[in-house]
Each structure stands twice: as C-alpha cells, then as structure tokens.
Nanobody, 126 residues
Framework: VQLQACGGGVVQTGGSLRLSCVPSGRTFIRAAMGWFLQAPGKEREFVAA????????FYADSVKDRFTISRDNAKDTVNLQMTSLKPEDTAIYYC????????????????????WGQGTLVTVSS
C-alpha cells in the first residue's frame, strides 16, 4: 500500500498550487486523510484534515482561508488546493491516511495516521 503525493513545484509569492494524494494497493475513499508539512530544519506539522465521509474538514491556523482540502472519490484522491502562497509555506508536504473508515471524524495528530506518502516539495519564492 502506497500513497503518492504529487503536484509540488516552485511558485511565486501569491501564487497557487494543487497537491494530490493518490493511493495504490487499496482504496482510501472512506478513510480520514490529512496533509502535513515539514519546513527546512523543523519538525513535521499538521496542515489540513478531512473526514472519511468528506463532510468535515479542519485546518491549521496558518493556512486557514488559503488552503482547501477535498476528496475526489471518483479518482480516489485527496487534494490540497493552496492559494495566496507565502515563502513560509515552503516545505515538503506529506499526505497521510487512516487505515479504516472514520465516518465524520477527522484527525490532526501524526500518530493517528497509518499510511504516509513520500512527500512533495513546495517552494514559494519571494
């Protein structure tokens, strides 16, 4: 079972990117999923989460109103739309998934996730 995070790249301040998390080996359509980031020299931290049902989302204060997490069940992917990007958003972004269906619950702590992608680098230039 693998999660592949893709869509990273280099963008100027104020620009937008969309990250996608694509699973292989099993489906995560009904599993809670989340995005985390690790900036250079810092620990990995929470960015956004979505419930298994897709009806509930939660964001870190630093990205609220700029990032949107969503599910595309037809493609079995979870996306992170990032807008108004800032240099401080520069980091490796990781997607994560719970093993089982979580209903309307989302998760914000790393230890609550069972599967992790390899990360995709987002660089925001000033």
């Amino acid at each position: 079972v693998q999660l592949q995070a893709c869509g990273g790249g280099v963008v100027q301040t104020g620009g937008s990117l969309r990250l996608s998390c694509v699973p292989s080996g099993r489906t995560f359509i009904r599993a809670a999923m989340g995005w985390f980031l690790q900036a250079p020299g810092k620990e990995r931290e929470f960015v956004a989460a979505i419930s298994g049902s897709g009806t509930r989302t939660f964001y870190a204060d630093s990205v609220k109103d700029r990032f949107t997490i969503s599910r595309d069940n037809a493609k079995d992917t979870v996306n992170l739309q990032m807008t108004s990007l800032k240099p401080e958003d520069t980091a490796i972004y990781y997607c994560a998934a719970r093993q089982s269906y979580s209903g309307n619950v989302y998760y914000t702590r790393q230890k609550e996730y069972d599967y992790w992608g390899q990360g995709t680098l987002v660089t925001v230039s000033s």
